[in-house]
Each structure stands twice: as structure tokens, then as C-alpha cells.
T-cell receptor, first 112, second 111 residues
Framework: GESVGLHLPTLSVQEGDNSIINCAYS??????FIWYKQESGKGPQFIID?????DKRQGQRVTVLLNKTVKHLSLQIAATQPGDSAVYFC???????????FGTGTKLQVIP | SQTIHQWPATLVQPVGSPLSLECTVE??????LYWYRQAAGRGLQLLFY??????ISSEVPQNLSASRPQDRQFILSSKKLLLSDSGFYLC??????????FGPGTRLTVL
């Protein structure tokens, strides 16, 4: 079936460096791709999304890139901070009723 | 602003016992509501969604059921819990077309 998956389960980054979290997807019919952040013991929190007809979208300290040719999505976090430590999920939105399909997640560890 | 309440926050239940998890939302009307389960160290699996009172769609065959008796209430149930039902259960609503807003979750351990 269709899926959204991640390349790496864990990423360790030095505080102040930039982080890049990657994601591969297989559903070409997705309308939106979305990144969520989940801190330990909490529900996921929406970070940023990108519509399928866009290549890049920027937010506060975050940038999402979409490469439809190779079905690849990435989340870039600038000047990574300890508070960025969490599990990051890519997800896609397709079909009706705003159903979201989540990938398995990447754990980001920020080294002080 | 929207708020999601889930209770209990944590629950330990023996195998074969019944289950009832409740989710209530505030600050919105007629939302789409969703139940997800997250196994330890894994992603989120959509279990059920509801577009209105009494309307439930199941995403995967399982030992669980859901009900929506009121517009802002969503209940997850089981008659007999299995060990594999352990996990972190999250209720969510659609805050925008492309954004789901999640509640604090219920951590269920089945022994």
C-alpha cells in the first residue's frame, strides 16, 4: 500500500548546527506533505506543510523541500537548539476526510 | 482556540478486561475526529475517524471499536483487551484542511 517512510531512525546534531531530516514517500497522489514534531510523552505537533505543487516552503527556522521527481521530502532546521530534540514525522494528506498517513519517525538528538 | 481532553492519561489493564477511552473537544463545531495508536518507538496508525455524530469509519480490522455519541465526544472501546492493544492512544481533530491537532494522549499498558 501507499506509505510515507523515513531514511534514518536517529539523527544527532551539535547545538547551533543545521539539521536535515529526510523522508521518502510513495503516494504520488498526495495533496500535502506535512511535518510533525513529537516530544516525549506528548502528542505530535504540526510544524509546517507543503502543497504538492510547490518545491520549497519556509517557516520560522524551518524549511521544507519537496522533490517530486525522486519522491523525496526534507525538513531543514536552522541553528538547532536543545528544544528541537524530539521525534519528527513526515506525513501525507490524500484522499477524503483529511486523513493523514504518518511515517515511522526520526529521532533528533541535539548535543549541547 | 481548540482544546482536546483525553482521559485517563495513563491506564494499566489486565488482558481480557474492557476498555473505554474518552476524548472531548472544545472550541470547535462539527469537527472530523480521529483515533490513532502509537506503539513504543513507532509511528502513528490511524484506527478510526468520524465526520459526525454516529458516523464511524474503521481503518484497520482490530479488537477495538469507536463511537461518537455527541458532536464533541469520541470514545474508543474494547470488550476484551489483548496484549497487542498496549500503546499510546491519541485523539485528534482537523484544525485546518491539512493540519491535525492532537490531544495529550492516553498511555495504555495491557498486562
Amino acid at each position: 500500500g501507499e506509505s510515507v517512510g523515513l531514511h534514518l531512525p536517529t539523527l544527532s546534531v551539535q547545538e547551533g548546527d543545521n539539521s536535515i531530516i529526510n523522508c521518502a514517500y510513495s503516494n504520488s497522489a498526495s495533496d500535502y506533505f506535512i511535518w510533525y514534531k513529537q516530544e516525549s510523552g506528548k502528542g505530535p505537533q504540526f510544524i509546517i506543510d507543503i502543497r504538492s505543487n510547490m518545491d520549497k516552503r519556509q517557516g520560522q527556522r524551518v524549511t521544507v523541500l519537496l522533490n517530486k521527481t525522486v519522491k523525496h521530502l526534507s525538513l531543514q532546521i536552522a541553528a538547532t537548539q536543545p528544544g528541537d530534540s524530539a521525534v519528527y514525522f513526515c506525513a501525507d494528506l490524500s484522499g477524503g476526510y483529511q486523513k493523514v498517513t504518518f511515517g515511522t519517525g526520526t529521532k533528533l538528538q541535539v548535543i549541547p | 482556540s481548540q482544546t482536546i481532553h483525553q482521559w485517563p492519561a495513563t491506564l494499566v489493564q489486565p488482558v481480557g478486561s474492557p476498555l473505554s477511552l474518552e476524548c472531548t473537544v472544545e472550541g470547535t463545531s462539527n469537527p472530523n475526529l480521529y483515533w490513532y495508536r502509537q506503539a513504543a518507538g513507532r509511528g502513528l496508525q490511524l484506527l478510526f475517524y468520524s465526520v459526525g455524530i454516529g458516523q464511524i469509519s474503521s481503518e484497520v480490522p482490530q479488537n477495538l471499536s469507536a463511537s461518537r455519541p455527541q458532536d464533541r465526544q469520541f470514545i474508543l472501546s474494547s470488550k476484551k483487551l489483548l496484549l497487542s492493544d498496549s500503546g499510546f492512544y491519541l485523539c485528534a481533530l482537523n484544525r485546518a484542511y491539512n493540519e491535525q491537532f492532537f490531544g495529550p494522549g492516553t498511555r495504555l499498558t495491557v498486562l
